[in-house]
T-cell receptor, first 116, second 116 residues
Framework: DAGITQSPRHKVTETGTPVTLRCHQT?????MYWYRQDPGHGLRLIHY???????DKGEVSDGYSVSRSKTEDFLLTLESATSSQTSVYFC???????????????FGPGTRLTVL | AQKITQTQPGMFVQEKEAVTLDCTYD???????LFWYKQPSSGEMIFLIY??????QNATEGRYSLNFQKARKSANLVISASQLGDSAMYFC?????????????FGKGTKLTVNP
């Protein structure tokens, strides 16, 4: 158990409203990630962070912003939600796996977001 | 260009038989890592197995083994003695390193159904 929680777990909102999803970890991992999962697309990286205040874009970052003001929290914000952002959002953390440096990722439980 | 290809959208296997889920990847990096994740119908992402590009032996974790053929750029997951609880989506992923940051790129997944 990598100690990752996401909130909220479910949210329904209307087009044009701002939405913030929170990812919280308890184990002081350096790397944190936000993915979205859609049928037929697998998981796609939105943004990631490699330290406090250090973030970078993934392959589907348009319409999303992130912030990481402390190690344990990584926030994903939809400034003005659209129906195309209806998805399941997963947070992940990366943990070094000994000398192999595998950096396997552990995932949070997911947030199901519906934009009407 | 797709970096991780899973050519089998769906697979069926009889309980207690072995099954192979295919994964091919594309990278010019010398150092990389390959992962398999399981996603049951409950939605969580479960890490199964990891193979590093420099690992000389195929990775094994219980009933899971990874058939790593570096020259062919394939990293197939083999599940021995399938169980009903193995029914799930399975995702292959590759670790990319860019500018000191690491992230995973996922395939679109294979849905495995284990029949009694």
């Amino acid at each position: 158990d990598a100690g990752i929680t996401q909130s909220p777990r479910h949210k329904v909102t209307e087009t044009g409203t701002p939405v913030t999803l929170r990812c919280h970890q308890t184990e002081n991992h350096r790397y944190m990630y936000w993915y979205r999962q859609d049928p037929g697309h697998g998981l796609r990286l939105i943004h990631y962070s490699y330290g406090v205040k250090d973030t970078d874009k993934g392959e589907v970052s348009d319409g999303y912003s992130v912030s990481r003001s402390k190690t344990e929290d990584f926030l994903l914000t939809l400034e003005s939600a659209t129906s195309s952002q209806t998805s399941v959002y997963f947070c992940a953390i990366s943990e070094s796996r000994g000398l192999a440096g595998a950096h396997e990722q552990f995932f949070g439980p997911g947030t199901r977001l519906t934009v009407l | 260009a797709q970096k991780i290809t899973q050519t089998q959208p769906g697979m069926f296997v009889q309980e207690k038989e072995a099954v192979t889920l295919d994964c091919t990847y594309d990278t010019s990096d010398q150092s990389y890592g390959l992962f398999w994740y399981k996603q049951p119908s409950s939605g969580e992402m479960i890490f199964l197995i990891y193979q590093g590009s420099y690992d000389e032996q195929n990775a094994t974790e219980g009933r899971y083994s990874l058939n790593f053929q570096k020259a062919r750029k394939s990293a197939n997951l083999v599940i021995s003695a399938s169980q009903l609880g193995d029914s799930a989506m399975y995702f292959c992923a590759m670790r990319e390193t860019q500018g000191g940051s690491e992230k995973l790129v996922f395939g679109k997944g294979t849905k495995l159904t284990v029949n009694p």
